[in-house]
């Protein structure tokens, strides 16, 4: 592989490599922070993956009273031109973007402003990246509106249907950082990943003093590459075995109550390998399994409680039970599991 891509791999930060890795395995993430940064991180995402990848964003913000046609309005951008010309065309202009920020606003009444705007709802496509912040929030119908569209590669508005591009890459910014999202949308996202407002916003600061773009650190090229390499990664049958062993000791702990699905254990598999590439290697080590489970898991874990913990069945005693899973977070059952599985040499 190109030394030059390792090079640049190395110095991402944190949201930066998520999204790197998303983009290269082809899979959603979901990220969380504190309650009063998450209008920062989301514009931070933006401005990573114009940065990073020149890709067109489109933010949307949900609340409790988003409707479907509202969401599938903020995910369609202009299809006037491609990226690619825009940004052969000058660097230095910023790439385009949308930003949709719902509120109850209703229109009085359904005449020609209506029909004008699905006329022109026809016209556009579903933006290369999609941020929805507060997505948890947001009515049960528009959270089946997205598992729809992550499904099935396309949404219908009242007078169309519009195909998604085929590396789509959809990131939803947690309302707060215990939210979540219906079961069945949740286990759509491979990635989640918590960003302490402590470790800084770089693409922000440095975008407040800068009025010019550089051209993206990664090009198209570049990720196919990557997605390309992830295909000759090999994993041997003591890692798969492993990989096999870290999913069981999971469902089985007590600490545990669901969130081990089928769909985890498939991205779980995806992701370490989509790893290796971005760490020099053509093949998967235990460590890479390792880290893709600290990944997979924290947003699909539901954990057990004094109330229905497994070993109550054979009469364990529930207060004893209660104190035994005080203070137990996702991210401790995770290492507790890691450490219980034997690392194979």
């Not at 993956?49 to 509202?70: H, K, M, N, W, Y």
């Not at 057990?304 to 059952?333: C, F, M, Y």
């Amino acid at each position: 592989m190109d030394t030059s891509i390792l090079e640049r791999v190395e110095e991402l930060d944190d949201l930066e490599l998520a999204l790197l890795v998303s983009t290269v395995a082809q899979v959603h993430c979901i990220f969380s922070t504190a309650v009063d940064a998450v209008k920062n991180i989301q514009e931070e995402l933006r401005l990573s993956c114009i940065d990073l990848f020149g890709l067109q964003p489109a933010v949307v913000e949900c609340t409790s009273r988003t409707t479907v046609d509202e969401f599938n309005e903020g995910v369609l951008i202009d299809n006037e031109e491609s990226l690619e010309d825009a940004v052969q065309r000058d660097y230095t202009k910023a790439r385009p973007s949308l930003l949709v920020n719902f509120t109850p606003v209703r229109q009085a009444s359904p005449g020609g402003s209506r029909m004008g705007s699905i006329a022109n709802l026809e016209e556009k496509r579903i933006a290369d990246v999609i941020i929805a912040t507060g997505l948890d929030a947001a009515p049960e119908n528009v959270q089946i509106q997205v598992f729809e569209l992550i499904r099935s590669g396309r949404i219908f508005t009242r007078s169309a249907m519009h195909v998604a591009p085929k590396d789509l890459l959809f990131i939803t910014v947690l309302s707060k950082p215990d939210a979540r999202l219906t079961r069945h949308l949740n286990d759509c996202f491979c990635v989640s990943h918590f960003h302490s407002p402590d470790e800084g916003l770089p693409h922000l600061d440095s975008h407040f003093n800068s009025k010019y773009f550089a051209p993206p650190t990664f090009s198209a090229a570049d990720i196919k590459r990557l997605t390309e390499l992830t295909q000759s990664v090999e994993m041997t049958a003591e890692i798969a075995q492993y990989l096999h062993n870290v999913v069981v000791f999971m469902r089985n702990s007590r600490y545990v109550k669901a969130g081990v699905t089928a769909t985890a254990t498939r991205q779980l598999r995806i992701l370490a390998i989509a790893l290796a590439p971005l760490h020099g290697l053509d093949y998967v080590p235990p460590s890479l399994i390792a880290l893709a489970a600290r990944k997979i898991y924290p947003h699909r874990l539901v954990l057990a409680n004094s109330e229905n913990e497994r070993s109550l069945l054979w009469g364990s005693d529930p207060r004893a039970i209660k104190q035994l899973l005080e203070g137990v977070t996702v991210e401790d059952v995770i290492e507790d599991v890691l450490a219980s599985v034997d690392t194979p040499l």
